[in-house]
Nanobody
Framework: VQLQASGGGLVQAGGSLRLSCVASGSIFSLHDMAWYRQAPGNQRELVATISNGGIITRYADSVKGRFTISRDNAKNTVYLQMNSLKPEDTAVYFC??????????????WGQGTLVTVSS
């Protein structure tokens, strides 16, 4: 599956952004999806996940109550709505996918990343 993320940009603290990730090349509804981020000098960290049917979502403690992950399987797209952004949310955000039902645990398909910069 190929993933194309978009929607990053520069925003002031307290503002909002919505990231999108469009998938192609496979059956989107057979994949769990996730958003990760990597800030300069830091390791990549998991931000949020959503199950293939969109029922189960999970969030990192640092974004709970501010970020919302969702998906539209008809559009092969996963979203990350980010509200109340903080400077520490500045990072490159990546979408990732893993096929369900084949014993895969790690997210093994990755998009190219989109940069989010939050100014104070």
């Amino acid at each position: 599956v190929q993933l194309q993320a978009s929607g990053g940009g520069l925003v002031q603290a307290g503002g909002s952004l919505r990231l999108s990730c469009v998938a192609s090349g496979s059956i989107f509804s057979l994949h769990d999806m996730a958003w990760y981020r990597q800030a300069p000098g830091n390791q990549r960290e998991l931000v949020a996940t959503i199950s293939n049917g969109g029922i189960i979502t999970r969030y990192a403690d640092s974004v709970k109550g501010r970020f919302t992950i969702s998906r539209d399987n008809a559009k092969n797209t996963v979203y990350l709505q980010m509200n109340s952004l903080k400077p520490e949310d500045t990072a490159v955000y990546f979408c990732a996918a893993r096929r369900v039902g084949v014993g895969v645990i790690l997210y093994n398909y990755w998009g190219q990343g989109t940069l989010v910069t939050v100014s104070s």
